[in-house]
């Protein structure tokens, strides 16, 4: 039989109960009996009944599509890609990929709220958002609040808009970075970071400084800037200034601790003899000579919890007030490499 002759009244006479029951079956509902579930799941395979879509989407108000909208170039974005999309392949949805490019100023954000009003457009379900940067305001998201979409956000958690969030605990990894210089026998660190225009930069940092105070180390260098993991020569004068007085170096992110390795070098300082240095990301896209010390940011749960929590968000349905918002942090596990032994 074609499959596109199958109908749900033809499964529904086979199995001798009503369409009715059937739908509820086919839609996943749990009020029917296990014995009728199996009989009607059965006899679909048996037909090679496949769902229409867009009538289901027409009888639910419901699309079965969720967007993921990332700035592009983004080093984590596709593994977290990949833990939501399977969750979300597993509830029969589907994802629509949008990339942004910039990351600095409100015009990246304008940008970032321009592709998601267009994705509204195309009757999305929900968004799972990373944030370009920090600097949203609650009228980039206007549209998606008026219409009461359900928004999850991760990785990055924008202060001027309240959204649910899924990421990693930036700041206890930040701290426990200085925990293990300091078990490693560090006394004067540097922090390299992208600065403040991003909350992973910026709480990671907090938690660092915080470290350092707890464990008696001293931060003789504070170096930031938006692009210092692609402009080695900016790190190459800053830390040459130091003149090797310094003996860890944390980096927020890997990209920045591989620059930093490639600046102790030239600078003739021995890793991890002279200077520790410990990153942040745990990435695959290290340098072959370089095995960074870091801590893995679990991308793939982050994807995994990011769409499990919209998916709630969608079937729970719309509701007069927009719902408290919900965050859950993964702990960050420090990996051992060649740079920084662990304690």
């Known amino acids: 039989m074609k499959t596109q002759s199958v109908s749900m009244k033809q499964i529904a006479e086979r199995a001798g109960v009503s369409m009715m029951t059937v739908s509820r079956v086919l839609r996943n509902e749990s009020n029917v009996a296990v014995n009728t579930e199996k009989l009607i799941r059965s006899i679909a395979d048996e037909l090679g009944y496949k769902p229409n879509r867009l009538v289901r989407g027409m009888q639910s108000g419901r699309s079965g599509i969720v967007s993921f909208v990332v700035p592009a ?204 240095i410990v990153g942040f990301g745990a990435l695959n896209l290290r340098d072959p000579r370089v095995a960074i010390s870091s801590f893995d940011q679990q991308p793939y749960q982050i994807g995994q919890n990011a769409a499990k929590l919209l998916v709630e968000r969608i079937e729970k349905g719309p509701s007069a007030r927009r719902p408290k918002s919900k965050s859950i942090l993964n702990t960050p596990i420090f990996i051992e490499g060649t740079s920084c032994p662990a304690i």
């Open 73 to 276: 170039g983004h080093a984590i974005a596709p593994t977290i890609l990949e833990g939501a999309y399977d969750y979300l392949h597993e509830k029969d949805m589907i994802m629509a990929l949008d990339l942004v490019h910039g990351h600095v100023g409100e015009r990246a954000v304008a940008e970032q709220s321009k592709v998601m009003n267009r994705l509204l457009e195309s009757r999305v379900d929900g968004f799972i958002l990373l944030p370009v940067n920090d600097e949203a305001s609650p009228i980039y998201f206007k549209e998606v609040v008026d219409r009461k979409i359900p928004l999850v956000m991760v990785d990055r958690q924008p202060s001027g808009f309240s959204a649910d969030f899924v990421g990693t605990d930036d700041y206890a990894g930040g701290f426990e970075a200085a925990r293990v210089l300091a078990g490693n026998g560090c006394k004067s660190t540097v922090l390299i970071s992208t600065g403040d225009h991003v909350s992973t930069s910026r709480i990671r940092s907090e938690g660092f400084r915080d470290g350092v105070k707890k464990f008696g180390m001293k931060l003789i260098g504070d170096i930031a800037a938006p692009d210092i993991g692609h402009n080695t020569e900016l790190l190459d004068a800053e830390l040459k200034k130091l003149k090797g007085q310094f003996d860890g170096i944390f980096a927020i992110a890997d990209r920045m601790a591989i620059s930093a390795w490639h600046s102790c070098k030239a600078l003739k300082l021995s890793i991890p003899g002279k200077v520790k």
